[in-house]
């Protein structure tokens, strides 16, 4: 009798055991995927629109549209700036109900204006980069160095990079391992030269997008002004202007998706 009971204790005790190593396993499991399910977007620190006396930083719905789509699939997104801190934005049009979820939002509020400096982040917890547009980006993501490496590190673990509208500022100088520009040989969309013009801001901007595009390679492509245009190829994905926000998130979305 004894004997029976011990045993009993045995296997009760065994059984206690693996529960609980299961739910440790589970417990981690579920903390490693929580960990890969981040996507870093970049936004501008400069907010000085050239030598026009007018204001810029990045343009809030290029933002805005992209994170309510990776949020709403269970996305942690982190923010970094070339600078850190709280960076400039404009665009915020009253009709846009993305930019009021995105504002009225305490905990990604705190995030945005507390940007990560370039030096903070660690490539390997992210499974994605988003350069956000607005005209600050012309003057601070293409000879950001840091970034570019952060950009390439995420991309060369089969991650995905992606940019908005001015965002492919950030992808003009990144290089891959091979020394090949990432943009060499791809399908690459950004605003226009033509939408450039059209905003009269052609001679203001420190280069054209499109132009510098082409010249690292790129196979550029685009439609009429203020059509929305989203281009993928190799697990990168641009888009053309803002008309072209919630869309890029739909195709980094799924972009994601095949990796999982």
Not at 240 to 245: C, E, H, I, K, T
Request: net charge negative; glycine share 8%; aromatic share 10%.
């Amino acid at each position: 009798m004894n004997h029976n009971k011990f045993l009993s204790k045995i296997i009760f005790l065994t059984g206690c055991i693996l529960f609980l190593g299961i739910n440790m396993i589970n417990a981690q499991t579920i903390k490693s995927n929580k960990m890969s399910k981040k996507v870093l977007f970049v936004v501008t620190s400069h907010s000085e629109l050239g030598n026009t006396g007018e204001s810029t930083g990045y343009y809030l719905g290029e933002v805005t549209h992209p994170w309510a789509v990776l949020v709403d699939a269970g996305y942690e997104i982190d923010f970094v700036s070339p600078k850190g801190g709280n960076p400039p934005y404009y665009g915020n049009t009253p009709d846009d109900k993305v930019n009021e979820r995105f504002l009225a939002d305490e905990y990604y509020q705190n995030k945005i204006q507390n940007t990560m400096t370039p030096s903070e982040v660690n490539p390997d917890e992210y499974v994605g980069i988003l350069y956000a547009g607005g005209h600050g980006t012309m003057w601070d993501f293409a000879d950001n160095e840091e970034l570019a490496v952060i950009a390439q590190k995420i991309y060369e673990k089969n991650g995905v990079v992606s940019a908005v509208c001015h965002g492919p500022a950030g992808l003009v100088n990144i290089k891959l391992s091979n020394g090949k520009y990432l943009v060499d040989g791809k399908k690459i969309n950004a605003f226009t030269n033509e939408e450039e013009a059209a905003v009269k801001l052609d001679e203001v901007v420190p280069f054209r997008l499109e132009s510098k595009l082409i010249e690292r390679g790129a196979k550029f492509e685009k439609s009429g002004l203020w059509q929305t245009h989203v281009t993928v190829d190799e697990r990168v994905v641009t888009g053309q202007n803002p008309q072209s926000a919630h869309a890029v998130g739909e195709a980094v979305l799924e972009e994601l998706k095949k990796l999982q």
